[in-house]
T-cell receptor, first 113, second 115 residues
Framework: RKEVEQDPGPFNVPEGATVAFNCTYS??????FFWYRQDCRKEPKLLMS???SGNEDGRFTAQLNRASQYISLLIRDSKLSDSATYLC????FGSGNTGKLIFGQGTTLQVKP | NAGVMQNPRHLVRRRGQEARLRCSPM?????VYWYRQLPEEGLKFMVY????????ESGMPKERFSAEFPKEGPSILRIQQVVRGDSAAYFC?????????????FGPGTRLTVL
């Protein structure tokens, strides 16, 4: 079983749609959680950190459920510029782990006009 | 404040040659991580270094790969006797500390092609 699992998609949605991505992680020792965005095989860029209380940044909302080991990202009012691959990432700092990031395979989003 | 710098951006090597990839972390960052992204796959951790120390190399192949982060100069990822399976994008990331909540900032990557 992969440490971080995502539906690879692709998700094809029209502009203005709401789209949700899900991610599960296998190791309960995971400490920190992030969503990164990667465009056309460029470097990953941090989109947002994810907290148990949930957090929102403009059109983006992230949720963490530690009991279910489940992370989600909701994008409202999709824009063409949101087209990218979204990477679910966990950090297992502590317990002998050194802060390395564990990446999911990524979920591809294509927003159509 | 310049971001993480990597060079070269593209590197072509023939089988059996050596590849040297360089990474200069962001100013003030003393922690460097290397990741590899094989075609159509996610990023995989390779090695974590601080100045003059390898902290975690659990993701590094046992043979042909080595990494260093000297007191002066960039971090170097070295691949000896490259094979076609080494063709990938190699990303370096840096952070100011190893605190779990610190963001890792990624460089633009080096795309290695082995002919």
């Amino acid at each position: 079983r992969k440490e971080v699992e995502q539906d690879p998609g692709p998700f094809n949605v029209p502009e203005g749609a709401t789209v949700a991505f899900n991610c599960t992680y296998s190791n309960s020792a995971s400490q920190s959680f992030f969503w990164y965005r990667q465009d056309c095989r460029k470097e990953p860029k941090l989109l947002m950190s994810v907290y148990s209380s949930g957090n929102e940044d403009g059109r983006f909302t992230a949720q963490l459920n530690r009991a279910s080991q489940y992370i989600s990202l909701l994008i409202r009012d999709s824009k063409l510029s949101d087209s990218a691959t979204y990477l679910c990432v966990v950090n297992m700092f502590g317990s002998g782990n050194t802060g390395k990031l564990i990446f999911g395979q990524g979920t591809t989003l294509q927003v159509k006009p | 404040n310049a971001g993480v710098m990597q060079n070269p951006r593209h590197l072509v090597r023939r089988r059996g040659q050596e590849a040297r990839l360089r990474c200069s972390p962001m100013k003030g960052h003393s922690h460097v991580y290397w990741y590899r992204q094989l075609p159509e796959e996610g990023l995989k951790f390779m090695v974590y270094l601080q100045k003059e120390n390898i902290i975690d190399e659990s993701g590094m192949p046992k043979e042909r790969f080595s990494a260093e982060f000297p007191k002066e100069g960039p971090s170097i990822l070295r691949i000896q006797q490259v094979v076609r399976g080494d063709s990938a994008a190699y990303f370096c990331a840096s952070s100011p500390t190893s605190v779990q909540t610190d963001t890792q900032y990624f460089g633009p990557g080096t795309r290695l092609t082995v002919l």
